[in-house]
């Protein structure tokens, strides 16, 4: 088999069909060791973009940047998946994902009978949900319950029994619990997170009896 050898810092010259001009392909002054070029089994235009496969970029092989990430480091991205790379720094990725969570209040007139009230301006589509709910100075008024749209839990203050909280995941489907309202029995306010929607979520309520007051509800939720 025939070979082409460079020696020392000697070079192999590639030239046009016009014989005027050429590419010159030169060894390193210096090798530690012989070095393999294995070529592909496809035709490759140097010229081109987009001619290197994806699965040669060894990432394993590369050295770890060895701190955090800051929002100065780039990342390659496919813009649009139109096969045009770009960069982008990491502060537009923090952009992208927005926040993890939001935090907001809404409010109930328990007197109201059964329904549905949209909540928006979370920004984002929830997952999960926990709720405080609380009105002032009521016995039974007083809830803590979370909710991600299957599984609900809450804990409530009994408005008979001013010592006793009731353990509502036990009986009750919801998240949000009025339970004996003043004092009166079975004067109640129930609500769920019945569906999470694009900028918020939706509640369900379901009025028991006459309960009166104005329901105050604090919710966390997480994207």
Known sequence: MAEIRVKETGTIKLFESDNTSSV?????????ANKTITLPDADVDLTEVNTMPLANLDIDGGTDIGAAIVDADLFIVDDGAGGTNRKTAASRIKTYAGPSYDIGTFTRDISTADGTQAVTGVGFQ?????????????????SVGFDDGTTRRTSAADGSNASTFIDGHTTYDISILCRDVAGVSGASYEGK?????????????????SPTGSLVVYYMAFK
């Open 193 to 209: 997170a019945s569906s999470f929607d694009a900028d918020g979520f939706t509640i369900t309520w379901n009025k028991i009896n």
């Open 126 to 142: 929830p997952t999960h949900i926990i709720f405080k709910g609380n009105i002032n100075a009521v016995a039974g008024g007083f």
């Open 24 to 32: 010159t392909i030169a060894s390193p002054a210096s090798l530690s």
